[in-house]
């Protein structure tokens, strides 16, 4: 099982289990002051007899329970900041036989030390058993008034994936004025993976005539489809950050390994940038300890609208990206964005020695390049290029990102920084 602030995950039956499950929600319900918690769930086979004990532990503890049953973790996430709590039954982009928990507190994700209170045993005395009430969300038509009308009634694919963004993201873009086709509607029949940025997406790239939209399980990720192709996670990001732009907003986040080609942008269309560790959480902590507008990260095609949702929100992105089809914009920025390319990749490195290797890379690269500590160590390379390396919190693997408009110096610099970590775990063993 996999527990960090991004959630709760593990392969169902096995490694998570009912009393997983149990333990975790009676321990968050002693962060819940309101008295009041949104449930949610994607369309995982585990997922409804989950939802059941995550309703039942918190009533027993007291809470009352508002049942939005499946839907998109956005749609969770815009709900709980009425109620100031929710839990999502739902494992986002990982395979189907696994599922897990996402805790919000105040429309946002928890922090490090809320998820130290939840993986502890607390004691919860309640007087009262909490009651549910299954309830229904204003998200399609809250995101519509941001969004605005599309014009020309663009056609645009839809690629559920299975997933909850099967009413939901159909809904949304009908309603703005797209004429909207479904693919892979059924969990059963899907011809493709939960995760879209590791798909190949044949068949939305088959079936789309003007734009295509990839969602994972539970509709926080989106990748795009244009033009015949598949485009990177970051092309997304910096879509949602260009129609952002648009409406006004100049401030905004990015993740340490998100394209420079969108900072790029921002900066030369007046903006501001800071950049974060990678992840939502961190995404989100550095966007209200600075104020921003907006942000997200480029790996997972996850762009943020603080204003609207607390998280990575694929279904409100893709609306915004359709609300600019007519426009040159458009492709102006497609263009501007795919001048640059990336790359990850995963290096296999015991967990154990996470720490010892990037220590000893850090010493072979100080005085050769500028060197950037904030999560691991980013490497800048030149003006165009940059690569980064740091650890996973969920596998025995160090990630290397990199960048680059060069092709030649981007797989030049993969194979040497490649070999570098290698020879860096070979010399701490």
């Known amino acids: 099982m996999k527990i960090s602030i991004s959630g709760i995950r593990g392969t169902y039956g096995k490694d998570l289990t009912a009393k997983h499950v149990l333990d975790f929600c009676s321990n968050f319900s002693v962060l819940i002051k309101s008295g009041k918690c949104v449930i949610a769930k994607d369309t995982r086979p585990t997922g409804d007899m989950i939802l059941n004990n995550v309703s039942a532990v918190l009533m027993q503890n007291g809470i009352d329970v508002y049942n939005l049953g499946m839907v998109p973790t956005p749609v969770a996430f815009r709900e709980a900041r009425k109620y100031r709590a929710g839990v999502i039954v739902t494992s986002s982009h990982n395979p189907i036989e696994w599922n897990g928990l996402k805790f919000i507190l105040e429309g946002k994700g928890i922090n490090e030390d809320e998820l130290g209170i939840i993986q502890t045993k607390q ?256 490497i800048d390379i030149n003006d165009n290029s940059w690569a980064l390396i740091r650890k996973s919190n969920t596998e025995d693997v160090l990630r290397l990102s990199l960048e680059s408009d060069d092709t030649d110096l981007l797989k030049d610099k993969q194979s040497e920084i490649t070999n570098l970590i290698n020879e860096s775990y070979e010399e701490i063993k």
């Open 123 to 378: 004691n919860v005395n309640s007087k009262k058993i909490g009651k549910e009430v299954f309830i229904e969300s204003d998200y399609v038509s809250d995101a519509a008034k941001i969004i605005g009308t599309v014009k020309n009634n663009p056609e645009v694919t839809v690629d559920v994936g299975g997933g909850a963004a099967k009413n939901t993201a159909p809904a949304l873009l009908n309603k703005i004025g797209c004429t909207v086709k479904t693919i892979n509607d059924s969990l059963k029949n899907s011809t493709r993976g939960p995760d879209p940025t590791s798909e190949t997406l044949t068949e939305l790239i088959k079936k789309t005539k003007k734009i295509g939209f990839a969602f994972d399980l539970d509709s926080d990720r989106l990748v795009i489809v244009s033009n015949g192709k598949k485009k990177s996670p970051d092309i997304t990001l910096g879509l949602g950050i260009v129609k952002s732009m648009q409406l006004g907003y100049k401030k905004f986040v990015l993740s340490v390994d998100s394209s420079i080609g969108i900072e790029k942008y921002i900066i030369g269309h007046g903006g501001q940038v800071w950049r974060s560790k990678v992840g939502e959480a961190n995404v989100m902590e550095q966007i209200l300890a600075n104020n921003a507008d907006a942000g997200g990260e480029g790996s997972s095609g996850g762009f943020i609208l603080p204003k609207f949702t607390m998280c990575r929100d694929g279904i409100l992105t893709s609306g915004l990206i359709a609300s600019m089809l007519d426009q040159k914009e458009f492709q102006y920025a497609v263009d501007a964005f795919e001048k640059y390319f990336q790359v990850r990749t995963k290096i296999s490195i015991p967990s154990i020695s996470h720490e010892k290797t990037i220590i000893k890379i850090k010493e072979k690269l100080e005085g050769k390049y500028k060197l950037d500590l904030l999560d691991g160590v980013k």
